[in-house]
């Protein structure tokens, strides 16, 4: 069974998508596109012979597309995503599900109203093979129950737009998600420190050193320094009460050279998250071919929205902010 | 585009391809399949909805088959590689290409008087990231030209059928050919060492040392160790004039406890080499649809073939055998 | 020319230290021992053929003692360190250097008084050859500017008398030191995080995440984990603008076997910091006999000090506290 | 107690290690030097407050000399070590212990005639922690018996007057060492395999693969490659029936910086294994002084020897050639 996919947003990111949906990833076809750059769409569309769409709302509602990715621009996902549910099509929706709480809250009643979960959150980093991994051996319990997480999320640089709240909404953001699924738990308070600047990055506050507070009290630091140039480098380290894990260095190779041995570094976010990328697309659609469950949920997007609330707040007033969240629908349990 | 395929021989190898053309691989699809045992035919058949031919000559005949793929027993694949040649049609033959040399020239010969390249020998290990990296870096230069090789290919263990001629045709042959394609050039002899058994593999004369040399006198040596407990592990170091590349340990976490840090080492070949297969199959069907290039040729197969003998022979009359290719046609430069 | 020491407290450290002026280190000889514990003393003499003393002022006035070590009780640190300015004799004293910032500031004015530096502390980690390579690294500039630093100290267990602020005066002033060394400059705030504890440390708090802040700015992170039982293991990362440097694994080998590969993370300080301990001593007696220069010194024990007086303020009182020194000595500079 | 040591030969390597008992190793006084170069042997003596000797014959009879140590020219070893049995005083002689197998074999039976050990030879990597921690764990059986030894011996450069012969009379006698003491077992066949040469060495034939075979069976391959310019790096990995022990990359600290991130090898021969001698030295003098029992004796010093001739003469004749050692006196058991 092929899934016919319509995809809202042809941007950058769209159209890496449907690259993936078209040559990577099996069992699906791009049939339809839609995107505020009419002339855009019809090229993408033609590119992969898919119908143009005017509208979000024409395309999720035409009969031939089985499934919708949103992957336009963010204050344009709520109306997409409650279309999709509202028409009972599975829709896979790039982070952030929403640009507010609230609006990811109207999803999650729109979606418990219906009944059954249809919507997915673009958090690929659960897919990656390394984070896999070490959830395993967290769940194995050989490392003793966790008590810390620290993290880095460093970006070889960003570009002039980026502003500190983007190092929280864009960046940190997918930490969150992680640690959050990582160790099956909510995060219930932030704070933010803020370390001298990085000249490299102007006048940008970077790095910070954003600080989680989970329910059961395990603390969570997460590293964000965006323009540290060696690299895109993803590092953390669940600490548990007798052992820890860690991710280790992907490099393929080692050369040794000229008085040292080295491996690489990964060079941007596609790199380091290809695999994940190729491994989420392929996992939804198997989902919503009907063999397998689909990933992080709308709660997962509230919660993700809540605590990034949360830790803008804390950079905002040097204060530590509390979370809380609504309590939790039995359709994400 | 979607490539139609027939697949000939759906024993385990088989069934894994199909799997992988129908879950993993984009724009494939098998309609044909045959196998000797008729009814497991049927049923593999059945399952992606495939037509059931009787022999593979019938199935490489039928007009709704664009490519094969041949994964029946050893002996069978010479008359089915010929068959698709004479078909034109593009065929890919689960190493070995046949078995024995002249086999091979026939096939060469046959696809020499075609005039174009249609067959691929399934040497998975060119897809896989660790020797492309490895590879990259070879052809940079940073290490300067290569003056040795020295690799390991260790299993766990392995069935009882597995005699010692079996850790050159088919365990180093993969090794083989990684080294021919790594380093450009042929390898001119052969000879293996012997050290003592292990006893965990009973009777079996194992581990072996063997030790090649190319036409530019670059020396490979491989240990071949199939019964080590501890894991599949796949060792490699290109020693250059100036340096060196290896592959690094492929381990996604490390693990804190009890007195040690400790990475994962692949439990077998199908952990160790799952992407490079996906890599492999995607990549011979985007060739096949038009984009890109074909893997390893028939003239790799027959060259893997005639090192194989050389090194048989060296293990049998414990001598340094020479091998001498024929003249390498213009195809397959 | 060798160094005639004596030394003031003869338990488990003095005899280590005496253990290793006799065996390990060249141009020293140890004449003469005290200890509240007489008989202590004299069996601790006579093994080693020095002479006992009633007192510690004793002692140090004595004609034969060239340099004295103390490593008796740290409430009396004080008491012999000013005993020994005094005799204008150098020493070198475990720390703390006194248990008040006051007392270490009567230290620093008796010594400036003096004229020149006689007083060592013992912060050995600045002697460990790793650390010693992160701080050659960071003054190479080839990271950049430091932005953060993150450490980790873990000891598998402590004794049953170990309290929350021993984390800090005990474990984590190694790291408070170690950082002020690295970074050449100083702590100026401090702040205690609490995760929740570990379950096998019983009642004790523990772990506990400690948030420093330099005079520039570098922000500076160290978990203190004193039950985590796989292994005592210092890490630390020093992040620059443009890089970062950190603490390799410092196994001796790497063991295969049942599915892993792995390392060994040491077992306690002594085998983590033999070394270091050896180049401290090694490198006091070549200071004290006129080769070389003195090591951590009074300077270093007043700031260690206030650094810790003000993480345990913050630990009490779940506040950031800052951390005025008095204006700095030329003598230290 | 001091052990006043008497040095033969202050060249480079003599004076190194008598700045090592002078200044890094405890309990040794170096009292005595000669030299053929009497003015270096007066200036040596001068600076150490020494008596200097006429000749190794006169230094070794007098009283105040309680143990010898031997670095003058090779050729000399065998009258000096000689001399050291006569007069019953322990004699550390530096590698080659004599220059042929037979000066080997009379200092063999002078020393078994006097029924007690007295000579070591300097083979110092049995005191690397690494190769320590190497040997434990093959004797700990957890990666069971051995099978095969891979080793790699490279150095950056070698002076112009580095023959093909020193690649393993000087070179690779260390490895050579150092197999027979890790797997307690003898060396009994020699081949030596050449790759292309290495065109940063000019004529010399380099690098080589040199095969052993011990007595139970074990192959032992090392590569030396003294032109590899990246460093100087010693590998090795222990095979046994169920998993494998390798030395760790032994850097202190990881960069990154670049694209990649880099340890650091080292630079050559001092670096590597200063901390060898400092304890071979060490653990000498505490057994002349009756604390511990002497390191590599005369009977390693003639297997060494035995397995070099062997391999040169496989050098020289492309041939496996066998190795038959004397039977071994009790003394060496």
Redesign the interface.
């Known amino acids: 069974m092929t899934v016919n996919v319509g995809v809202i947003g042809v941007g950058m990111i769209g159209q890496d998508h449907i690259r993936r949906l078209?040559?990577?990833?099996?069992?699906?076809k791009v049939v339809a596109v839609t995107d505020v750059n009419a002339e855009q769409a019809a090229q993408v569309a033609d590119s992969v012979d898919a119908e143009v769409f005017a509208t979000g709302q024409e395309l999720i509602d035409d009969a031939a597309v089985d499934a919708v990715i949103v992957c336009s621009w963010g204050p344009t996902h709520e109306e997409y995503v409650l279309a999709a549910i509202a028409a009972d099509k599975p829709v896979f929706c790039e982070k952030p599900l929403a640009t507010s709480q609230e609006a990811c809250l109207r999803i999650i009643d729109a979606e418990t109203a219906l009944g059954h979960r249809v919507v997915q959150v673009g958090y690929m980093r659960r897919y990656d093979?390394?984070y896999?991994?070490?959830k395993a051996?967290i769940d194995s319990g050989?490392?003793?129950?966790p008590?810390?997480v620290?993290a880095?999320h460093r970006n070889p640089s960003v570009p002039g737009h980026y502003t500190r709240e983007m190092a929280i909404t864009d960046t940190a953001v997918h930490d969150i998600d992680t640690t959050r699924w990582l160790l099956g738990e909510e995060i219930v308070g932030a704070r933010v420190?803020?370390?001298?600047?990085?000249?490299?990055g102007g006048d940008l506050e970077d790095?910070l050193?954003l600080?989680f507070e989970t329910e059961?009290?395990?603390?969570f630091?997460v590293?964000t320094?965006v323009?540290?140039?060696?690299?895109y480098?993803i590092r953390g380290e669940v600490?548990g009460?007798?052992?820890?894990?860690?991710?280790?260095?992907?490099?393929?190779?080692?050369?040794?050279?000229?008085?040292?041995?080295?491996?690489?570094?990964t060079?941007d976010w596609r790199e380091r998250f290809i695999?994940a990328y190729d491994i989420e697309f392929?996992e939804w659609i198997?989902a919503v071919a009907g063999n397998g469950r689909l990933g992080p949920s709308s709660w997962d997007g509230y919660a993700a929205a809540a605590v990034s609330d949360a830790a803008v707040e804390a950079l905002h007033n040097n204060s530590q902010v509390g979370i809380k969240l609504i309590d939790k629908p039995d359709l994400y349990n």
Chains 1, 2, 3, 4 share one sequence.
């Open positions: 078209t040559s990577v990833v099996s069992g699906a093979p390394a896999r991994a070490m051996v050989d490392i003793g129950a008590t810390m620290h880095a420190l803020k370390p001298r600047k990085n000249s490299l790095p050193l600080v059961s009290g395990v603390l630091d590293e320094n323009n540290i140039r060696y690299g480098d600490v009460e007798r052992g820890t894990v860690s991710l280790a260095e992907s490099t393929p190779t080692l050369v040794r050279r000229g008085g040292t041995f080295a491996g690489r570094v060079e695999r392929q198997d």
